[in-house]
């Protein structure tokens, strides 16, 4: 059972390392292209929908990165049948780092360096 919870807890880590914003590539080639296809999407039903939901998917990865490599490495690193939950400090220092990875988007996209697709046209 200990071998399956490392190799668990390894690919947890992985996924969670590819969508967080420890890598110096994963905004370029991970997180910003799953947001921008999020946004981009939203904006064929309503063109104003591009910007908020370009933010909240771009965001939901970082977060989802920062819980998935700590949940990782925390089932990597556990004693067998201890439990160690997520603190309510780690969750926010998560967010708060996102946030601050968000108003990089916000402003990128006010500086129209990133754009709808149907604005290229």
């Known amino acids: ?8 807890g390894g ?3 992985i996924v969670g390392y590819i969508l967080s914003p420890l890598s ?3 905004d370029a080639f991970v997180n910003i ?11 064929l039903a309503h063109e104003q929908a591009f910007l908020p939901v370009f933010v909240i998917s771009y965001w939901i990865t970082n977060i989802a990165g920062f ?10 690193a556990r004693k067998e049948g201890k439990k160690n ?7 926010l220092k ?3 780092l996102s946030l601050g990875y968000t108003a990089l988007i916000i402003l990128l996209v006010k500086l129209n360096i ?3 697709v149907g604005s290229y046209f």
């Open 1 to 8: 059972m200990r071998y399956r919870q490392k190799i668990s």
């Open 11 to 13: 690919l947890l880590g």
């Open 24 to 26: 110096w590539w994963n």
């Open 33 to 43: 292209p799953i947001a921008y296809v999020c946004g981009w999407l939203a904006s």
């Open 67 to 76: 819980v998935l490599l700590h949940k990782g490495v925390e089932m990597i």
């Open 85 to 91: 939950p997520y603190s309510r400090r780690e969750f």
């Open 94 to 96: 998560d967010i708060a």
């Open 114 to 116: 990133i754009k709808p």
